[in-house]
């Protein structure tokens, strides 16, 4: 009997590990290689509709891999903490307290779920100025 209660905890210690593993593999594959998401925003129609399920590459930020013209991304949403010396007219964003360990990321990102992302296509990138004006 007392071999018997030693390989049943054995068992169950072994399963609670694998669970464990699956659990932090998939966390990682979530924040480094993609995600599920869903848009939030009719601002990309007809390209992207509110409501529509995306899986969206988190690989390109993981090597960070250039943004070109035309791309699809995804970034968090200015808030009035983000912002600097804010001013509606011209509101500048600052993105400079990013966490910068795995640990805070992981919390920041993973564990985070009050935030709100854009979804946008790039039409300028570093160096580009853009114009805006009424047709």
Known sequence: MDKEKKENLKEVIEWILCIVIAIIVALLIRQFVFTPTV???CSMN???IDGE?????????????EIKRGEIITFEAPTKDTLLNYDEENPVA???NEPD??????TYYVL????????KR????EGDHI????R
């Open 53 to 65: 399920r995306l899986i969206l590459d988190r690989w390109s930020i993981t090597t960070n891999k």
């Open 112 to 119: 985070e779920i009050t935030k709100k992302n854009y979804i």
């Open 39 to 41: 848009v939030r925003e």
């Open 131 to 134: 114009l805006i004006q009424d």
């Open 46 to 48: 007809p390209t992207l």
């Open 122 to 125: 790039v039409i300028g990138v």
């Open 94 to 96: 600052d993105y400079s």
């Open 101 to 106: 360990n795995i640990l805070s990321k992981f």
